[in-house]
């Protein structure tokens, strides 16, 4: 054995090490589907995930909808591919904007994406934190209807109330009924209404300096086609001796695969090839922190007042139960302070030796 071979420590395997054990334990994704009753979502979903469902859904009539009320319906599904298995989420909102007054149609909606951050915190503060399942909402399609000519006020007040809490991906469904200069209108009026709103859309990130030509050239048709117009179907039919998933009219099959008939690639591409674990991390690290930072910010508070329970937090939506502080919870946060000033001291102490070098 060569002197190198013995100095060879073996590090360079971490990534497939990494790889192994996170194929082995599987994925895990939740996807909310947000929108009024008759936009083709829970069809858009059979398509993107080639399943069906909500063959047993049946759509009450309209006198059941005048007084409806917005519910939450999940589903999950295990789907394998390549080894590599991952547990799909589908959190369904039946009811949203059916209603003749749809106020508080985004209530039933931001009271859950908050009760799983609650449970979340909960499970993580708990002794036992070896198994805790994650029913966070990663990624919140928002169906835009195609017959109108931007979003509607109804849809910028919940976006408005969403977007600080969960990555929010907008959806133009039923594209097929739209030209395509339409189109083009259409998401240029609704980006309009995004930005003039302060509207925080999912964002993707930018691309690696080492990513080969043709990710950076996809991940750029990707943020250019933001919102996706779609088409979805449970149809299949046969042309020219091939199976596609479509729409038939009198005039021809819109194929919902096709780039040239709507962005549906692009928004499965982006949904499970190539953002679905960035819109994990950026729930985590960035929406799941804010929540947190919240919760702790309020026990914060509450142990400097002398006060040895914490009940509740209150926010937008109502109360949120946290657990209890106790004398050794207070006296961590104590901990937790003298180091944060301490790192701020180190930070100015840096700061003013980088200057003086800069002096000299």
């Known amino acids: 054995m060569s002197d190198r071979d013995r100095d060879y420590i073996g590090f360079g395997s971490l990534p497939l090490q990494y790889h192994r054990k996170s194929v082995k334990r599987g994925f895990e994704f939740t996807l909310m589907v947000v929108g009024e009753s008759g936009l083709g979502k829970s069809t858009l979903i059979n398509s993107l995930f080639l399943t069906d469902l909500y063959k047993n859904r ?34 369904d909102t039946p009811g949203f904007g059916d209603a003749v007054n749809c106020d508080e149609s985004w209530r039933v909606v ?10 979340y915190f909960m499970d993580e503060s708990g002794l036992n934190r070896k198994n805790i399942q994650d029913n966070r909402v990663h990624c919140c399609l928002y169906a835009v209807p195609p017959w109108g000519h931007s979003l509607r006020q109804m849809d910028i007040d919940v976006m408005r109330r969403l977007h600080k809490k969960v990555n929010i991906v907008i959806v133009i469904t039923k594209a097929d009924t739209l030209t395509t200069s339409e189109v083009k209108r259409l998401k240029a009026n609704i980006i309009r209404d995004v930005e003039a709103n302060g509207i925080q859309l999912y964002k993707f990130p930018e691309c690696d300096s080492d990513e080969d030509d043709d990710f950076k050239r996809q991940d750029e048709e990707l943020k250019q086609s933001v919102p996706f117009a779609v088409i979805g179907s449970n149809s299949i039919f046969e042309v020219g001796g091939k199976k596609i998933r479509g729409r038939q009219y009198p005039w021809g099959i819109v194929d919902v695969e096709n780039p040239n008939h709507s962005d549906f690639i692009k928004l499965r591409t982006m ?55 106790t004398e050794t919870d207070k006296l961590l946060l104590q901990k937790e302070e003298e180091i944060r000033r301490m790192q701020e001291m180190l930070a100015q102490m840096q700061e003013k030796l980088k200057q003086q070098t800069i002096d000299v």
Do not use: W
Request: net charge negative.
């Open 271 to 325: 949904l499970i090839a190539t953002h679905m674990q960035d819109l994990c991390d950026t729930t985590q690290d960035v929406h799941y922190e804010n929540f947190r930072a919240q919760c702790i910010s309020q026990i914060q508070h509450n142990a400097k007042s002398g006060k040895v329970r914490s009940d509740s937090i209150k926010t937008p939506t109502g109360e949120i139960v946290i657990p209890v502080v």
């Open 110 to 119: 931001v009271d859950y994406i908050d009760e799983q951050f609650r449970q």
């Open 58 to 91: 049946q759509v009450p009539p309209v006198a059941e909808r005048l007084e409806k009320t917005t519910r939450i319906e999940k589903k999950t599904l295990d789907i394998e591919e390549k080894s590599v298995r991952l547990r799909l989420n589908v959190i």
